[in-house]
């Protein structure tokens, strides 16, 4: 049996996000594949697998030949938000059993910029065929979806909406440490509560923002560790779960999908929630942050509204730093967000998410071990990855 090689992220970075007016999708593809090539000063043709999913009728065959590359290995797993944690698992694995060297995965997206510019609308359609058909008729929206499953965690365990709230207050705490963030004026609880109601729980600022962006992730095999410039981040560990696409056969609303997903990926790991020194969750809601923190096992059932108070989840905060960039919530969200929160925590683990965002130990130590959780869909799926320090 051949032994399976170690892997590790040694490349990450974003492309230019926020508001883009000027670029392509396909050109924030490039911009974020350069740039995870540089950071990690691997040269381009040791990339022989190449993933990526929401851009072109044949991904991720278009984007390939539009970065110049010749994959072996692909994939277009897309799952909504946790696709790219699903795709880093998928990637993880092939390098490990020796099916590719490097992979590359790449997103790029001008959600914000077509809206503005008339190039599509602001609502989301899943269509109408399949199980999507029997839902249609009644008019659920995305964001209905979620507010629903918000309002049934507040009615089962009593979670106030000024404790979701707190999710966006704190995240927008975050940004305002992170010069790259779209949003980064604090805000107060008052202020969120406040906002125009978009679906009953959550007014403006409990849902994401919507940006232009793109970022890329390298994972290499342990061989090429050695040629990187950067200081590697080992995969130790990653977990993925289907959970529904009807509402209606989904079994409990205040269970995401990450309840199984974060499992695995902790078994796999060997290593413990206790453990982590920082989270990045999807948070395309404030509801999403609060019940992942909770099916990761960060609290107990019920108990995420309580968790999330009292500044918890803030950089320096004391607890456990959550969304360290500011999240969907204030820094960008231009759609399947899952790979921006890799970055994020390849950089923290690094040490390079600056002087005023760098999380740090109890000791003033650089972090060891961070999860990355991301959620699609409705919470229909996740993917979790749990990642450690070179």
């Not at 946790?82 to 092939?94: F, G, R």
């Not at 060297?101 to 609308?121: E, F, I, M, N, P």
């Not at 950067?230 to 056969?249: D, R």
Request: overall charge negative; aromatic content about 6%.
């Amino acid at each position: 049996m051949v032994a399976r090689r170690k892997v590790a992220v040694v490349g990450a970075a974003l492309a230019d996000c926020g508001r883009v007016d000027d670029a392509t999708p396909y050109t924030l593809h490039a911009q974020a594949a350069r740039r995870a090539l540089a950071d990690a000063g691997l040269d381009r043709s040791l990339v022989d697998g190449f993933a990526s999913a929401g851009l072109g009728t044949l991904a991720p065959v278009e984007v390939a030949e539009y970065l110049g590359l010749r994959p072996t290995w692909v994939d277009s797993t897309s799952v909504g938000g946790s696709t790219w944690e699903v795709m880093a698992a998928h990637a993880a694995d092939a390098i490990a059993a020796g099916h590719a060297r490097v992979v590359l995965l790449a997103y790029g997206s001008t959600a914000r910029a077509d809206v503005k510019a008339g190039r599509r609308t602001g609502t989301l359609s899943f269509g109408t065929r399949g199980p999507m058909q029997f839902e249609v008729p009644y008019g659920h929206t995305l964001i209905a979806k979620y507010a629903m499953a918000a309002r049934r965690h507040m009615i089962e365990y009593g979670t106030t909406i000024e404790q979701l709230a707190e999710v966006a207050v704190q995240a927008r705490a975050n940004a305002a440490l992170n010069p790259e963030a779209m949003f980064r004026t604090p805000v107060t609880v008052d202020e969120v509560l406040a906002g125009p109601m978009i679906a009953d729980p959550f007014t403006k600022l409990h849902c994401c923002v919507r940006s232009d962006g793109g970022a890329a992730v390298l994972l290499a095999a342990e061989e090429y560790v050695r040629d990187c410039r950067t200081t590697p981040v080992w995969v130790l560990g990653s977990g993925e779960y289907v959970s529904h696409a009807a509402m209606s056969e989904w079994p409990d609303f205040t269970v995401s999908p990450a309840a199984v997903s974060g499992r695995l990926a902790f078994e796999r790991a060997g290593v413990r929630p206790d453990e982590m020194d920082l989270a990045e969750i999807y948070d395309a809601f404030t509801y999403m942050t609060l019940v992942t923190l909770e099916d990761l096992g960060f609290c107990g059932k019920g108990e995420g509204g309580a968790f999330v108070e009292k500044g918890r989840l803030r950089v320096g905060g004391g607890g456990l730093p959550v969304n360290t960039d500011g999240g969907g919530l204030s820094a960008q969200h231009p759609g399947m967000r899952g790979l921006f929160l890799l970055v994020e925590a390849v950089r923290q683990l690094r040490g390079e998410a600056g002087e005023d965002r760098q999380v740090r130990r109890g000791d003033g130590t650089l972090p060891r071990l961070a999860v990355a959780s991301g959620t699609g869909g409705w919470f229909c799926s996740s993917g979790t990855v749990v990642l450690a320090a070179g």
